[in-house]
């Protein structure tokens, strides 16, 4: 019985972090969710970059507690980004390590940008 807990962790953490990585992206599209987006990117940039201080830059809290589970489950050799992850499970390739962590702060940096864009300045015109 534990097993289907945490396979259905498994598949909640799938289905969940990477809704939150394509709202991070792609939130700031719709003005219903702009604020929104705004706060859960600051959540994601937080756990980087302070609690990122102890753990490493880029710490993702999601990624540690999915990780966990994935390490139950008996999964080993995970990589450092989840976006590794998704790559890996989905298309059975793992990208450079440095070409996923450079991609992903530069969309990220944008997706902000652009957050921060129509949150307070797009509505003052």
């Not at 945490?6 to 799938?14: K, V």
Request: hydrophobic residues 50%; glycine residues 6%.
């Amino acid at each position: 019985m534990e097993n289907f807990w945490l396979h259905l962790g498994n598949l909640l953490f799938i289905v969940f972090h990477t809704g939150l990585i394509f709202f991070n992206l792609f939130g700031w599209v719709y003005r219903k969710t702009q604020k929104l987006h705004l706060f859960t990117l600051s959540i994601t940039l937080f756990s980087w970059v302070i609690l990122g201080i102890w753990k490493g830059f880029g710490y993702c809290f999601l990624t540690d507690w999915h990780y966990e589970i994935l390490r139950q489950l008996g999964k080993t050799d995970l990589p450092n980004s989840y976006i590794s992850y998704l790559s890996e499970t989905f298309t059975g390739w793992r990208p450079e390590a440095q070409l996923v962590e450079v991609l992903t702060l530069v969309f990220t940096l944008l997706a902000l940008l652009i957050s921060v864009w129509v949150n307070f300045f797009k509505r003052k015109q």
